[in-house]
C-alpha cells in the first residue's frame, strides 16, 4: 500500500509539472518568436512521466 502511494505521489508531481510544461509550450507557439526549450521541456517531462507509469506497473505487478 505504501509502496503504491509513492509511485502515484511521484506520478503526480511530475504530471502536474508536466502538464505545466506543456500549455507553456502550445502558448509558446502563438508567440511571436517561439523559443524551442519549452518544447524541449515538456518532452523530457512527459518521457519522465511515461518512465515513471512504466516503473510503477512493473513494481506492482
Avoid: H, I, Y
Amino acid at each position: 500500500m505504501r509502496r503504491a502511494l509513492l509511485w502515484d505521489t511521484a506520478l503526480g508531481f511530475v504530471g502536474f509539472f508536466a502538464f505545466l510544461a506543456l500549455l507553456q509550450a502550445v502558448l509558446n507557439l502563438f508567440s511571436p518568436s517561439p523559443a524551442l526549450w519549452p518544447g524541449l521541456l515538456a518532452g523530457a517531462l512527459c518521457a519522465a512521466e511515461f518512465g515513471l507509469w512504466l516503473a510503477k506497473r512493473k513494481d506492482l505487478s
